[in-house]
């Protein structure tokens, strides 16, 4: 890697007014894409701020129907937690499916959702379970938050703080691996909240987006014929030498019917 | 024999000595390797497929702070070294010698793949040789590169000299008969087959340390090699880095090799050279990426065959013609791999009695291709055990029951087949039978009937194959156009207190010869498995070997090592009888004992070996010391052979497959750690489900590799894999002192076939490995639209 200033500041405030006044700085919190890009040489920011000693950004809170994830609880914290395993077994499940140990040991919630990888499976959760996210200044909802590959709502320098998630009646997320990587080649996570019905999917765009015409015919029918019935169009889909853009159109569908099922199970 | 002995010798499933350290993190590789004031190597390498240098501008790199110094191509010519060799010269159908390119070690003037090497950039830290590499600035003015080996003749010409990029046109077998038989054949299976292109990835990648003593003159290579003393004679004898006696080479520790350590390449050479030049100490190690760009890849293989055969379904003839893709460059065993030990066993494991096959070598501007875990055979195995499976389909013939209709017989060896090779033994009958029974492959109908109540399509397909190991026989092989001589040395050292230091020109790995080896000795001479120490990998202390590839080192290195056995009782039994005051003649050597013939007198293998260093009481015709060694040639290769069975399962709705039951019934001859074998095989196994199902190394239009990383290059993981149910059968080989035959690239060899005929049974037609999940799904789609 390329040499850099390196620091850990304790709260928020003082992370963003390093971020201010160094030349380009990059925030680093698991370092599970950030440190492989840096090995390569792929990005070479003057100042590296680790977000790692602000207290303030980890934690896991469950209050009535919704539970709220601080930026930097790791993968394997959210897939071990008992709380959230109660109150919204389909976050754990999907976090225990991230990468491997290593990365799980690592990884974290914000890092993930800030990045906004196509492939990363927390952004199905977020758009799915009508989540807002939280920074020092503001929240941003599900539906506004995912703009492009790696692009979202924050601005440069904005920390994201906690992730709020709505706790559906239940949920189901299903996940068809890229065989190489195991990144989400398409992940669709299905939720009902009392028969509203949210439908988020990640890995087969440039970001994760709710399948709005899968949902609709859910409401109608929550049943995996009714998942039958709709066509994916694989307009503006990811295409890459594991799986073309037709092919994942396809995988939604699929994905959709076995995550219904999944949810009808429960 | 003692119980120790029993326990530890051969047939027995010692535990890994050499496990301790490598589980314990006290193995020591390469890169383990330090020396105070050593400096670091990263390599300029080109970013593109094909290109002429205009201009290397080093002004910028060499103000970083701790860049030594930047070299170049240009200045490894200046200094005259050779091109580095092919060590395998292939005849064309015409006579001729193959055509092969000019490889210089470093690039002086023009690259021709991506990531080829054209200079150095030597500092201080690891970190500044990198800043320096990126500071180089290189004009390269890039030229259309050659990427598709189907389409490689008809191309832009990439080597002067090299017309239609056509390395050597190649043909095997007789040409005229064989048609003639295909013409008359009642039923002729015609198949269109790709081998795909398949990156090494052993778990340490490649590294060198060199230094150079100007003292003594001796230049010092510590470096990842299956064979340090080839490397040792190539770049002293062809590329002239040192003369032979001035150069060591120590391969020590090596994590996998899977063929990519055999060959010369650019950077070690680079790193010798340099460090004379320089008078530093020079290190570098590959990092993951430069592993996948410059590691000399495997396969690639694009054929035609047709099978024909009378009305019984008896094979009249056998027609292959292959392109094979070497890359960029001939290396070292590039163009053996796809002639001499490919086409020789296109017989497989039937009575064909007219084979012909034409290959013809291209260039293109990738990474060089050479040999991997099987090296040709796996090519052969899955045109031949493909084309079989199609036409048991074809003529609506149980594939098991075809096989065994045309598959030779115990009572038909030695076989000579029209390619070349004369089988020695074998019994293909009963390991057929035996995987059958373990698969229970009359109840495989039930089994479909289930899967697709499941929604699940099974299949389940055969693999019989053969492979000729034991490289080689030196005459037969240097008539064949190999460089060098194939045989192995081994020398027994016993030391003054009765246990012994074993020298071996085979090289480890991973094998775990320090165990397999140290078995052989320890039954051989009757003394405690851990009385023996195997030393191997260092010229310095080797005499000399030929090293480790096409499983030889059991059959080639463990074979040289009874015979200095052999000669150490020899030489036990005379000063036995000298001391026991016996006629030689009378005196037998059991049981670790020179013992008198019907009396009680006899003499320890410690006793004797005390007595040759401490020569009170000694013959004195006799010289004191009691130290043998010997060189093995193998008279014959060895032929492993076996049957591998496969059952998949394919999810409709998906298209991925599932290897749901694997078996594989091998006979490698005697068995020296049953162990080992099993994990030799398993591991096998995994590289052949890898080729099958997974992995494929893939070039754009542009020469660029989009498979360069884990992210994109799919290898086999546990969750990939069954619970493989491995068993063996036995006909010694006839020719060599263990009878063993080999067994490091049976897995990789039988497993692909099996798995693709599995495939096509599944889906009711074939697919291009590797199978993957929307190869399938395209299939049942387009079906399901048709």
């Known amino acids: 890697m390329y040499q850099f200033n390196y620091h850990k500041p304790t709260s928020v405030e003082e992370a963003q007014a390093l971020f201010k006044a160094v030349e380009d700085g990059m925030f680093l919190a698991g370092g599970q894409t950030l440190i492989p890009t840096l090995k390569q040489r792929l990005a070479a920011p003057t100042d590296v701020i680790d977000l790692s000693g602000i207290a303030e950004l980890s934690g896991i809170e469950v209050r009535d129907d919704r539970v709220s994830v601080g930026a930097f609880t790791r993968h394997a914290d959210v897939a071990d937690s008992a709380e959230i395993r109660r109150v919204l077994p389909v976050l754990s499940a999907l976090a225990g499916q991230i990468g491997d140990g290593q990365v799980r040991n690592r990884g974290t919630l914000g890092g993930s959702v800030a990045n906004s990888d196509p492939a990363a499976d927390y952004p199905a959760a977020v758009v799915a379970l009508g989540a807002t996210v939280y920074t020092a200044s503001r929240s941003i909802s599900a539906d506004d938050y995912f703009k492009d590959l790696f692009e979202t709502a924050l601005e440069p320098g904005e920390i994201l703080s906690r992730i709020e998630f709505q706790c559906p009646t239940r949920a189901a997320y299903r996940k068809f691996p890229n065989p190489a990587s195991r990144y989400a080649t398409v992940g669709v996570l299905v939720a009902d909240f009392s028969g509203d019905i949210r439908v988020g999917v990640t890995g087969a765009g440039p970001c994760a987006f709710r399948a709005t015409a899968l949902e609709e015919v859910l409401r109608e029918q929550l049943s995996v014929e009714a998942v039958e019935t709709v066509e994916v169009p694989d307009a503006g889909f990811n295409s890459d030498l594991h799986a073309s853009a037709e092919y994942r159109a396809h995988l939604v569908k699929v994905m959709t019917k076995r995550a219904v099922a999944d949810l009808l199970k429960a | ?786």
């Open chain 2, 1 to 786: 024999m003692s119980e120790a002995v029993v326990q530890t010798g051969i047939g027995a499933s010692v535990k890994r000595k050499e496990d301790l350290r490598f589980i314990t993190g006290t193995g020591r590789y390469t890169d383990d390797f330090n020396v105070a004031g050593q400096k670091y190597a990263v390599f300029l390498r080109s970013p593109y497929a094909r290109a002429r240098i205009e201009d290397i501008d080093v002004s910028e790199a060499a103000n970083v702070r701790g860049v030594c110094t930047v070299l170049t191509g240009q200045q490894m010519a200046e200094d005259g070294l050779g091109d580095i060799p092919c060590g395998w010269l292939v005849k064309q159908k015409d006579g001729s010698d193959m055509v092969s390119a000019p490889h210089p070690p470093l690039a002086a003037t023009l690259v021709n793949y991506v990531g080829e090497p054209y200079g150095l950039v030597i500092a201080d830290t690891l970190a500044a040789a990198r800043q320096g590499a990126e500071a180089v600035l290189t004009d390269f003015a890039e030229l259309d590169a050659v990427v598709d080996p189907a389409e490689a003749t008809g191309s832009e010409q990439i080597h002067e000299g090299v017309s239609d990029n056509l390395a050597f046109d190649w043909e095997l077998g007789e040409r005229a008969a064989t048609e003639a038989a295909l013409a008359s054949a009642a039923h002729v299976t015609r198949i269109d087959l790709v081998n795909n292109r398949l990156i090494p990835n052993a778990m340490e990648p490649r590294a060198a340390l060199g230094s150079y003593d100007p003292g003594s003159g001796e230049h010092t290579l510590y470096t990842t090699s299956q064979n340090p003393h080839l490397a040792r004679l190539v770049l002293s004898a062809f590329v002239q880095v040192a003369p032979e006696h001035k150069l060591r080479i120590i391969a020590p520790d090596v994590g996998g090799g899977f063929g990519s350590k055999i060959f010369i390449y650019a950077e070690e050479t680079a790193v010798i050279w340099a460090a004379r030049r320089t008078g530093m100490t020079i290190k570098w190690t590959a990092d993951r990426s430069e592993a996948f760009l410059a590691d000399a890849h495997g396969r690639d293989h694009v054929t035609h065959a047709e099978l024909g055969m009378n009305e019984a379904g008896e094979f009249v003839a056998l027609k292959v013609s292959t392109t094979a893709n070497l890359g960029a460059y001939l290396s070292t065993f590039g163009s053996s791999v796809p002639t001499y030990l490919y086409g020789t066993l296109l017989a497989g494991q039937y009575r064909t009695p007219n084979i012909y096959v034409e290959v013809q070598g291209v260039y293109t501007n990738t990474a060089p291709v050479d040999a991997y875990r099987g090296a040709g055979r796996p090519e052969a195995t899955y045109v031949v055990e493909r084309v079989v499976e199609q036409a048991a389909r074809e003529l609506g013939r149980d594939p098991a029951e075809l096989r065994r209709f045309n598959m030779i017989t115990p009572d038909q060896f030695p076989y000579d087949t029209p390619v070349a090779l004369t089988y020695d033994t074998g019994d293909y009958q009963v390991s057929l039978d035996r995987a059958l029974a373990m698969i229970d492959y009359d109840g495989f109908p039930a089994r479909r009937e289930a899967a697709a109540a499941a929604g699940k399509r099974r299949g389940l397909g055969l693999s019989c194959y053969i492979e000729a190991c034991g490289l080689a026989p030196s005459q037969l092989a240097i008539q064949l156009g190999a460089g060098v001589g194939l045989y192995e040395s081994g020398e027994i050292r016993v030391n003054p207190t009765g246990n012994v230091t074993v020298f071996t020109g085979s090289h480890s790995h991973g094998q775990g010869h320090e165990t397999t080896f140290a078995q052989i000795v320890s039954d051989r001479l009757g003394i405690p498995f851990d009385d023996v120490e195997v030393v191997h990998g260092d010229t310095g202390r080797v005499e000399f070997g030929l090293g480790t590839y096409g499983s030889r080192s059991l059959a080639v290195g463990g074979s040289a090592l009874m015979g200095a056995a052999d000669k150490l009782i020899a030489k036990g039994t005379k000063i036995a009888a000298h001391m026991l005051e016996a006629d030689p003649a009378a005196v037998d050597f059991t049981d670790g004992s020179f013992v008198v013939r019907d009396s009680n007198q006899a003499l320890t293998f410690g006793e004797v070996a005390f007595a040759a260093y401490v020569p009170t009481n000694y013959p004195t015709e006799l010289e004191p010391g009691f130290s043998e060694k010997a060189f093995y040639d193998p008279e014959n290769f060895t032929y492993p052979a076996g049957t591998h069975i496969a059952e998949i399962e394919i999810d409709e709705a998906t298209g991925v497959i599932e290897l749901v039951d694997f078996v594989a019934v091998d006979d490698f001859g005697h068995i020296i750690n049953p162990m080992i074998v099993a994990g030799q095989v398993h591991g096998g196994l995994a590289q052949g489900v890898g080729q099958a199902l997974l992995e494929h190394g893939i070039y754009d239009e542009y020469g660029q590799l989009i498979t360069g990383s884990y992210m994109d290059y799919c290898m086999p993981r546990a969750d990939d894999l069954p619970d493989f149910r491995v068993d063996t059968t036995v006909t010694p080989c006839t020719h060599n002192p263990l009878g063993v035959k080999g067994c490091g690239e049976a897995g990789a060899i039988g497993s692909p076939a099996a798995i693709m005929n599995a495939v096509a049974d599944a889906l009711g037609e074939a697919v291009a490995m590797p199978a993957t999940s929307e190869k399938i799904w395209r299939v049942l789609q387009n079906r399901r639209t048709a």
